[in-house]
């Protein structure tokens, strides 16, 4: 199994490390930077030396080294900094996205394509109509990372163990994504039961806000990405049909068509295998149409 990361920086290097701690493949890193894939290859091939995992990490600035990969993930582009939002970095990163394009058709067109590359949910869209690929083999990383916060901070107003909490988050990668308290339980026993109405909606907001407060502390997010990564990799390469929030192109689920956005999904050996479709009340879907309408005036923009 080999696996690419396009983009070998703080989040890209992240995706690596997890991908190859749960032993999933070997990896290749590239990046237009001379020396910096190469170095991080080295860094984590050490502690995976330590470690006794054989997956072999391998840094690279000629992308004719992904031939053969099974996955490419899209990390490469400019990040958020303090004060930006995803949509600022539109037309710097769609241009960065569409040169990778051009190389996935060359050398890897028939790989798992994850994209992590903010705004994520229209350069999902530009991946997929780019490569003029299977929606089921091209999807955004988004939703994982957003359920992951939302995750920690069910831990936080609760005090149960996060292994017994489970939570969805859809929409947009965001300012209109939507926690889905309904759709979220501790040890099977509906959130609700655990929170009050105001502990709901601080829950919701703090999970939309608390990007960017970690990107206002220390530059950027890390380690959740690259894990949230590694899980979906996983769940697919496994074939283990887990039921994940991923940026996934519609084609009439929730009543839109010809965009991507954030929903569960069931990822297994042919990739997104399924959408779930759940029944949100009209708040929910409030919510859910205007990152919608985010997204596509997004698109809108982008010269595909």
Known sequence: ???TVIGAGRVGSSVALNCSMRELGDILLLDIVQGLPQGEAMDINHQLAERGIDCIVQGSNNYQEMKGSEFV???AGVGRKPGMTRMDLLKTNAEIVKDICNKIKSYAQNSNIIVVT????PLTYLV?????????????????LDLSRFKDHIRTVTGISRDSIQAMVISEHGENMLPLVRFSSIGGIPLSHFITAEQSENLINKTKKIAAEV???KGATVYAPGNAVSTMVESILKNKRTIL???????GEYGYNDVCIGVPCV???????RIIEIKLNEDE????????????????????
Request: aromatic share 0%.
């Open 1 to 3: 199994m080999k696996i």
């Open 73 to 75: 993930v899209v990390v």
């Open 118 to 121: 903010n705004p994520l949910d």
């Open 128 to 144: 997929i109509k780019s490569l003029e690929g299977q929606r089921t083999k091209i999807m955004g990383m988004g939703g994982m």
């Open 215 to 217: 990107i206002s502390l």
């Open 245 to 251: 929030p991923v940026s996934a192109l519609l084609e």
């Open 267 to 273: 990822l297994g050996s042919e990739g997104i295998e």
């Open 285 to 304: 879907m409030k919510v859910l149409d205007l990152g919608v309408q985010s997204v596509r005036e997004a698109i809108k923009t982008l010269s595909i």
